[in-house]
Antibody
Framework: EVQLVESGGGLVQPGGSLRLSCAASGFTFSSYWMSWVRQAPGKGLEWVANIKQDGSEKYYVDSVKGRFTISRDNAKNSLYLQMNSLRAEDTAVYYC?????????WGQGTLVTVSS | QSALTQPASVSGSPGQSITISCTGTSSDVGGYNYVSWYQQHPGKAPKLMIYDVSNRPSGVSNRFSGSKSGNTASLTISGLQAEDEADYYCSSYTSSSTLLVFGGGTKLTVL
């Protein structure tokens, strides 16, 4: 059974940093692109970033370029999102998702709140 | 403002059929057959319902179907059931720097 479990969310002040993790199981993690998608409270879904199987390609939505870094550790079956210079508008539930030609499996999400 | 345009809400009675539209451009919906639809119940993660415009993942009811014409994709749910009440989001890959875009979401109410 495919499982994705996010962790690392919490309350952080504007300008602060946070590192999200996503633990994957039930599939060959190193064979798939992976994505982060976020959802602000009461709002829709927004794709944030994705990373190729070997980490050699990474893509970001414009609003997080230069502030967020996606990475992975295939030996640990884990996906990460390092978030720096956080802003109030980054407040959201962050989901990791397995990517094929679609986002076929999603984690339950972790809430990031940016507030003073 | 979302890249793809969906109606904010639709409604239907049990047993009826409804269709949710998702309008983009030739740079996303019209240019790729990588349109997906997700169902999201309150407080839950999105669930894939349709991928590649019209394909259903294993385990998804055949009451859900997808199609595309030009720059507009559609999700049809037939034989509406109470458990179908949820938010529905479309998505498409895009040729822009934002590789994947979503619609703003449609709230389906089963009357």
């Amino acid at each position: 059974e495919v499982q994705l479990v996010e962790s690392g969310g919490g309350l952080v002040q504007p300008g602060g940093s946070l590192r999200l993790s996503c633990a994957a199981s039930g599939f060959t993690f190193s064979s798939y692109w992976m994505s982060w998608v976020r959802q602000a409270p009461g709002k829709g879904l927004e794709w944030v970033a994705n990373i190729k199987q070997d980490g050699s390609e990474k893509y970001y939505v414009d609003s997080v370029k230069g502030r967020f870094t996606i990475s992975r550790d295939n030996a640990k079956n884990s996906l990460y999102l390092q978030m720096n210079s956080l802003r109030a508008e980054d407040t959201a539930v962050y989901y990791c998702a397995r990517e094929t030609e679609t986002l076929d499996y999603w984690g339950q999400g972790t809430l990031v709140t940016v507030s003073s | 403002q979302s890249a793809l345009t969906q109606p904010a809400s639709v409604s239907g009675s049990p047993g009826q059929s409804i269709t949710i539209s998702c309008t983009g451009t030739s740079s996303d919906v019209g240019g790729y057959n990588y349109v997906s639809w997700y169902q999201q119940h309150p407080g839950k993660a999105p669930k894939l319902m349709i991928y590649d415009v019209s394909n259903r993942p294993s385990g998804v009811s055949n009451r859900f179907s997808g199609s595309k014409s030009g720059n507009t994709a559609s999700l049809t749910i037939s034989g509406l059931q109470a458990e179908d009440e949820a938010d529905y989001y479309c998505s498409s890959y895009t040729s822009s720097s934002t590789l994947l875009v979503f619609g703003g979401g449609t709230k389906l109410t089963v009357l």
